[in-house]
T-cell receptor, first 114, second 114 residues
Framework: EPEVTQTPSHQVTQMGQEVILRCVPI?????FYWYRQILGQKVEFLVS????????KSEIFDDQFSVERPDGSNFTLKIRSTKLEDSAMYFC????????????FGEGSWLTVV | KNQVEQSPQSLIILEGKNCTLQ??????????LRWYKQDTGRGPVSLTI?????NTKSNGRYTATLDADTKQSSLHITASQLSDSASYIC?????????????FGRGTQLTVWP
């Protein structure tokens, strides 16, 4: 079973610091996503990415956030100047083609901002 | 506003028993409806995916139904096992979204007791 891998699994950072969360999507997939889940709340959409550019972003995904696919395998989420309310589980997901309904999620990166 | 509501919020059943989880949504235009299983601290794992034209889909002991007219879905679990203890999340895809943005419910926390 192919899988999406994420690192780190858990990171603790001080408020105001920059954080980079890394994801390796499934190798032949073309569409990539970041979602987050604040403890006890729903999973929320952050951003979708295709062909090296953002396709859609939610109202949560403000200038503090950015995504990048620096090489052929990694897909990163950068959070500049973290805030306490950024503490959440961040999930990366990928999909093979636009017509493929199956979206595979990674195990998540748990970010704690102190 | 695109929303997904689930009931009950939590459920406890005895091993071997059946249960049914409910989902109502207002996401429009509708693309597809998914049920995911999420273990605590893990990423969501897909159980079933249904498009507009499908009204039932099975995956082993899991059977999902969809009524696109009333915008309701259910997930039926038969012969429950201890390993079924998890959060079951109803997720609806937005056809108006470029890459299929997903809207998540809060989940039903299922606990199976021996």
């Amino acid at each position: 079973e192919p899988e999406v891998t994420q690192t780190p699994s858990h990171q603790v950072t001080q408020m105001g610091q920059e954080v980079i969360l890394r994801c390796v999507p499934i190798s032949n997939h073309l569409y990539f996503y970041w979602y987050r889940q604040i403890l006890g709340q729903k999973v929320e959409f952050l951003v979708s990415f295709y062909n090296n550019e953002i396709s859609e972003k939610s109202e949560i995904f403000d200038d503090q956030f950015s995504v990048e696919r620096p090489d052929g395998s990694n897909f990163t989420l950068k959070i500049r100047s973290t805030k306490l309310e950024d503490s959440a589980m961040y999930f990366c997901a990928s999909r093979g083609t636009k017509n493929s309904n199956t979206i595979y999620f990674g195990e998540g990166s748990w970010l704690t901002v102190v | 506003k695109n929303q997904v509501e689930q009931s009950p919020q939590s459920l406890i059943i005895l091993e071997g028993k059946n249960c049914t989880l409910q989902c109502n949504y207002t996401v429009s235009p509708f693309s597809n409806l998914r049920w995911y299983k999420q273990d605590t601290g893990r990423g969501p794992v897909s159980l079933t995916i249904m498009t507009f034209s499908e009204n039932t889909k099975s995956n082993g002991r899991y059977t999902a139904t969809l009524d696109a007219d009333t915008k309701q879905s259910s997930l039926h679990i038969t012969a429950s096992q201890l390993s079924d203890s998890a959060s079951y999340i109803c997720v609806v895809g937005d056809r108006g979204s470029t890459l299929g943005r997903l809207y998540f419910g809060r989940g039903t926390q299922l606990t199976v007791w021996p």
